[in-house]
């Protein structure tokens, strides 16, 4: 998918059960991450550690990129988390293609 955001970032907004969030997101061209209203989101959504978060962009140009939200709670797939992988955390989340 980050070859398809725009190189410099921008605003962006996630669609999750209905209702929309607007954000900023950022970072380099191989690694993104979201700024200005992450946290609500996450707090409007009540996400805890361990939760999966799956992004399905829906539309992407140069003044919106927009991301269809689905939340996975204690029910993440076993078969989604590679059998290499130790000590999932925020710092080392899953990524999946």
Known sequence: MNKEL???GGP???TYSGKKWNL????AKTKY???TGWKIFGDDNNLKEGD?????LSECNPDNVEFKIQILREN????????DVE???T???IIIN
Do not use: R, W
């Not at 999966?52 to 399905?56: H, P, R």
């Not at 993440?76 to 059998?83: C, I, N, S, T, W």
């Open 76 to 83: 993440f797939p076993a078969e989604l988390v590679p059998e």
């Open 52 to 56: 999966g978060i799956a992004f399905e």
């Open 33 to 35: 991450k979201f700024s």
């Open 12 to 14: 962006g907004v996630l």
């Open 24 to 27: 900023f997101f950022g970072g």
């Open 87 to 89: 000590g999932i955390n």
């Open 6 to 8: 725009p190189f410099a």
């Open 91 to 93: 710092d080392n989340p």
